[in-house]
């Protein structure tokens, strides 16, 4: 069971929190624009890597607020957690 | 009653208290101290219980936890515990205890059959050979013959506690590497919890015979208990079990009560440092026969006699391959017994111990193994040959202590996800990296001699000091005497392979020729051969065979035991019980009750209350009237005259702001921002997947002000959606969101006269169709109250939403009967409400929708498709698989028997004898009678299914088979007349 740090409230128990997945890319601007495979890419596709990854969680028993956080996915080391100020850009569709 | 094992003085029992308990029906007695175990080797039992699979005869082979024979159950009726091992029992007054195994009994087990005939039942026996005609088939008379014990019926009678806790040291063990520890930390002002799973503190100071500063070490684990409860932030807790180790520390302990209320505590412990001290569990020996009452680990010989001043037998042999079971040897002749013979596999021992046995002038048979045993409810002698095979001779025995060198206790830095790495001086597998904020000492951490260890430990506890800011001197340990020199050097097992009846796993009757099975058979990788020989997956894990196993898989597959690794220890370390994870979470504790605002009202008026998250009236039976009939009268009434239905659970979702409009349009598939100010729309929202993930309708109170009412059930989840899809992919969107749910009651007048009703309760709200049509809203006051009406129906009929502050619900409600009473006004629940609803054809998102339910398949795709803006969802309802033909899809069946009644669930079913097995073309979804056309109906899905009204389908419905015919999904009033009334 994780400890985290709300970047609003300061360090809570997991059981406070929720998972939001790994963090993606927004939402694409025009999804009628995008192939089936470019959809399913946003949809699905993700890094899922071996260390380091950027999550979203949200604090859903406290104050209500979605972070980032970067966590290790080998030792669930918990690098960093900051308040979601810069969205990532939109989903760009990539020429692979 | 006497007591023909037990010494006249020694061990720590209270011989001024005795206790009496039974055994298998038979009455014992023993003494305050004793465990299980040590009371009835005191009283001469030989037999505990009888082996997992082939029912041999099984005694007591340890001295703690890791206990993998004498398996028994102790308590009677809904008290019952299963699968006790019997040194982990602490007698008490009264204790009942009986063999779990063993049938008609432990003495007597027709069971034996399997193991005169055990060439029959090898590994992987019941998968290979209980395949025909099922496994099913066959699996009752495997469990009454296999298994461990039975199952309660009962529920638990007992009570049990949960603590969270939160300190800087936490301590598992207290031999001597955590009593210094402890002591250490304690004085740096550390808030240290000091964890024993046994009864009492000390660990292996319990039962061997050190000097610690010129005392026997009994007395110095008390002054070091004494000084610890003299400081303030330190808890010791006994009869405590580590069970595991989770992420970033979090600790899970099973405290078991004495003289509590309560049996057992679960705590959950949130540790800035963890120190192991965990000890070392030594290991049996592999030679045919090993498994006999009477073969007992050497350490456990030393507690026995030691500790409980209990003597396990009479003529003793000892088989070792490394030099702490010559402790044994010397521990018995102090209490004047000679051992007959020791059996070393090394080729020599140390000066020291062979000048020692000279003195006590004891036989000692160096490069010898054992090479059979003989007896059958005990061990009668020991048949010896040479490493290479050559018989030596037999000595009769009724006590083989055994000692195949030690393992230290890794399992939870393990479950910590520290790597281990294989020593060979000692043969066993030793920490390796250690996670951060984990440390391990002693006998754990592979450390030999006292001497070594407490000053280990020491240097371990003022580092942990240091790193959490209380610097501190390193004490110094007390000075050891009287200990014998221990040597790690244990020699490799030299195995005869040839011997298939050798145990490698005691609890679950694994031997050697399963191991060599196995790797014909390919299971070489260790985790593989774990899983198909069951080794180490018993009750005891593995404790004192595991390490001997893997050894033995190196030499079967010609590996060396470090290349064979070992399996993964997961948590728990013992096993839980489910009551204490659960605590006071039971019954009317597992979850709040809520209630609905009216519920006193509801209550009075005889409601039947049934849980849908919320207590909400089912039916409201009259006198003495049956459920269907209160129901059916329910839905005539609405269908007639008018009813009224507390609908409060119904999500009251505010969503406001200036782009209150915009953001509702991208979630609904409908058009909201057309949608004027005052008027009412039903939407669906969806997944970005394209499935339905709810229905309701949206309110538009003024241009910036919507209130969404969602589906009761789905209330938090919307606005948990709402909320992410806001903060993460909207921000720059001016909207707030906010859940009025419990805020309002809203109450549903529906029916002919549900006008006149609410007209008699006083508004000032103009009712007439034309101010207030179907799907519009008005706010104004109904009985003085601010009220917001909406005409929204879920019936089919004329029908309005009053919502009033929740404190009034119960007036209102009592002052909607007494108004309604001369229209022949009726409540109605849950029940009737959804037959209302389904003969309407209106969806139940969750009963008539699944996980792949598109708009399409529900007949609103063409609000979809009208819809020229994105919306969430939107691009995926144009991938191929959610425009194919053959989509399960909504219609509506009804039996051509009208009075056949149809439920939800049945399949439709094609092929020509239409009988499972056989592929399903679809499933009903929702079906009820229904008392307004007098017939049965259901709502289903089925592939293409507009496109197949009319046609006749066999519908499989339990084991009845009938013929249903395909209609469109609405059943009564199809041109909505009754809703403009
Ligand atoms: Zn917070």
């Known amino acids: 069971m994780l400890r985290i740090i709300c970047p609003y409230c300061g360090l809570r128990d997991q059981t406070e929190f929720r998972f939001g997945g790994e963090s993606k890319p927004r939402r694409p601007s025009d999804p009628a624009a995008l192939s089936d495979t470019e959809w399913a890419g946003y949809l699905f596709y993700r890094e899922n890597p071996r260390g380091l990854l950027n999550e979203r969680w949200v604090h859903s028993y406290g104050c209500g607020q979605w972070f980032e956080l970067v966590r290790d996915t080998v030792t669930h080391e918990l690098k960093r957690s900051a308040p979601l100020v810069d969205l990532p850009g939109p989903h760009q569709v990539s020429d692979d | 009653m006497t007591e023909p094992a037990r010494l006249q003085s020694g061990g720590v029992i209270d011989r001024r208290k005795p206790i009496t308990f039974r055994f298998n029906g038979k009455t014992y007695r023993g003494y305050e101290g004793d465990n299980l175990a040590s009371a009835l080797l005191a009283n001469g039992v030989d037999v505990f219980a009888r082996s997992f699979k082939y029912h041999r005869p099984r005694g007591v082979f340890s001295a703690g936890e890791e206990e993998p024979c004498a398996l028994v159950e102790t308590g009677e009726g809904a008290s019952r515990v299963p699968t006790c091992r019997a040194p982990m029992v602490p ?190 569990i030594e290991q049996g020996l592999i030679f045919p026969s090993n498994d006999r009452p009477g073969i007992m680990l050497a350490s456990a010989v030393r507690h026995y006699l030691n500790r409980y001043a209990v003597r396990p037998g009479n003529r003793v042999v000892v088989a070792t391959n490394n030099d702490t079971a010559y402790q044994t040897v010397f521990d018995l002749a102090r209490e004047r017994l000679q051992v007959e013979a020791v059996i070393d596999c090394r080729e020599t021992v140390s000066e020291a111990l062979l000048q020692r046995l000279a003195d006590l002038g004891t036989t000692l048979l160096t490069n010898a193994r054992i090479r059979g045993t003989q007896g059958s409810r005990r061990i009668r002698s020991v048949a010896i040959e040479d490493n290479d095979g050559k018989r030596i001779g037999t000595k009769k025995c009724d006590l083989l202590a055994v000692s195949g060198g030690w393992a230290p206790r890794v399992h939870l830095l393990a479950h910590a996800r520290g790597s281990l790495r294989f020593d060979e001086v000692s043969q066993s597998f030793l920490p390796d990296a250690l996670p951060r904020e984990i440390s391990i000492t002693g006998a754990a951490n592979g450390t030999a001699g006292l001497e070594e260890l407490l000053a280990e430990s020491v240097r371990a506890a003022c580092a942990i000091a240091g790193a959490l800011g209380k610097p501190m001197e390193q004490p110094k340990p007390p000075i050891v005497t009287a200990a014998i020199t221990e040597s790690r050097r244990v020699s490799p097992a030299n195995l005869d392979t040839t011997q298939p009846r050798q145990w490698i796993d005691l609890a679950h009757d694994v031997t050697l020729g399963d191991a060599e099975l196995a790797v014909r058979e390919g299971f070489v990788s260790v985790e593989h051969f774990k899983r198909y020989t069951t080794i180490g997956m018993s009750v005891d894990q593995g404790k004192t065979g595991n390490l001997n196993a893997f050894i033995a898989l190196g030499a079967l597959t010609g590996r060396p035991a470090g290349e064979v690794g070992t399996t993964t220890f997961r948590p728990p370390y013992t096993p839980v019980t489910l009551g204490a994870i659960a605590g006071r979470n039971i019954g009317e504790f597992y979850a709040p009750r809520r209630y609905l605002p009216a519920h006193l009202t509801h209550a009075k008026l005889n409601a039947c209350f049934e849980d849908y998250d919320w207590q909400r009236p089912d039916y409201y039976p009259l006198d003495k009237e049956s459920a269907e009939a209160a129901i059916q009268r329910e839905v005539t009434t609405v269908r007639n005259a008018v009813g009224v239905f507390d609908n409060s659970p119904i999500g009251k979702i505010e969503v406001c702001g200036p782009d209150a409009a915009i953001f509702l349009d991208r979630l609904y ?72 749910t419990s805020d309002w009651a809203n109450f549903t007048l529906a029916g002919p006269r549900a006008r006149d009703t609410l007209s008699a309760l006083g508004t000032n709200i103009d009712l007439a169709p034309a101010a207030l049509p179907h799907m519009a809203v008005s706010t104004g006051t109904v009985m003085g109250l601010e009220a917001r009406v909406a005409r929204v129906s879920f019936s089919g009929e004329l029908s309005f939403e009053v919502n009033v502050p929740a404190l009034a619900a119960n007036d209102f409600l009592e002052a909607v009967l007494i108004a309604g009473a001369a229209h022949g006004i009726a409540p109605y629940g849950i029940e009737a409400l959804m037959i209302l609803r389904t003969e309407k054809g209106y969806l139940h998102v969750g009963s008539d929708t699944d996980g792949s339910s598109t708009p399409d398949d529900v007949g609103w795709g063409w609000v979809a498709r009208n819809k020229s803006r994105d919306f969430i969802g ?48 679809g499933w009903v979804t929702s079906a009820c009678y229904s008392p307004t056309l007098g017939r049965y109906i259901a709502l289903a899905v089925l592939c293409s299914g507009p496109d197949r009204i009319g046609e006749i389908l066999t519908v499989c419905d339990g084991n009845q088979r009938f013929n249903v015919k395909v209609v469109a999904p609405v059943f009564y009033d199809p041109e909505n007349k009754r809703l403009e009334n």
């Open chain 2, 91 to 280: 007698l008490t007054e009264g204790l009942v205890a009986n063999s779990q195994t063993g049938w008609p009994s432990v003495d007597f087990d027709l069971g034996r059959v399997i193991d005169f005939t055990h060439g029959l039942w090898p590994a992987g026996f019941y998968n290979k050979t209980f395949k025909w005609p099922s496994w099913q088939s066959w699996e009752g008379l495997i469990r009454k013959s296999a298994g461990l014990g039975r199952p309660l019926t009962e529920p638990d009678p007992d009570h049990y506690e949960q603590v969270n806790i939160h300190c800087d040291l936490l301590i598992c063990g207290s031999g001597p590497a955590g009593l210094m520890a402890a002591l250490t930390a304690g004085r740096a002002g550390l808030r240290v919890m000091l964890v024993e799973q046994a009864e009492h503190f000390g660990g292996s100071l319990n039962w061997e015979q050190y000097q610690l500063d010129g005392k026997p070490c009994t007395e110095w684990v008390e002054q070091v208990l004494e000084q610890l409860r003299a400081m303030k932030p330190v808890i010791t807790l006994q009869r405590t079990t580590v069970t595991g180790i989770y992420d970033h520390n979090v600790t899970t302990l099973l405290q078991r009560g004495q003289d509590t209320d309560w049996r057992e505590c679960f705590w959950t412990v949130r540790p800035k440092h963890i120190l192991l001290c965990s000890g070392a």
């Open chain 2, 874 to 921: 939107r691009r995926s309802l144009y991938r191929e698989a959610n425009q194919a033909a053959g989509r399960k899809q909504l219609i509506g069946l009804e039996t051509l028997d009208p009075g056949r009644a149809i439920h939800a669930g049945g399949h439709l079913l094609i092929g020509k004898d239409r009988s499972p097995p056989a592929e399903t073309d």
């Open chain 2, 669 to 740: 598939i409908n058009n909201i921002l057309s949608l004027p100010a005052g008027r009412i729309r039903y939407g669906l929202m969806l997944n970005e997947n394209g499935v339905i993930i709810d229905d309701g309708v949206c309110i538009r109170l003024n241009e910036d002000h919507f209130l969404v009412n969602s589906t009761s059930a789905a209330v938090s989840r919307i606005v948990a959606l709402m909320e992410q899809w806001l903060q993460c992919e909207w921000p720059e969107l001016r909207v707030l969101v906010t859940d009025r």
